[in-house]
């Protein structure tokens, strides 16, 4: 059987030109910063490393949660 993830395709890499966070139109990601590059379909979404930070610790709390294999509802 193979392994199963829940976790989408995810990366961290180099911003190729200047465009807004897709969670935050305030934020800036400036061509060669560093962001937070999650799988949408077909497409990718974009993050600011400060938005793409509070996103992958959200996700960290609830697969912790998730690990204590409570019931969660």
Known sequence: ???KSLVIR???DRAGKSHDCQ???SHR???GDLRLKVRNGRSWD???EECG???LQRDIEKLQTLLEFKETI
Do not use: W
Request: glycine content about 0%; hydrophobic content about 45%; some cysteine.
């Open 1 to 3: 059987m193979a392994a």
């Open 10 to 12: 995810t990366e961290v």
């Open 23 to 25: 969670a935050n139109k």
């Open 29 to 31: 990601v400036s061509m």
């Open 46 to 48: 974009h993050y600011c």
């Open 53 to 55: 930070r509070k996103i």
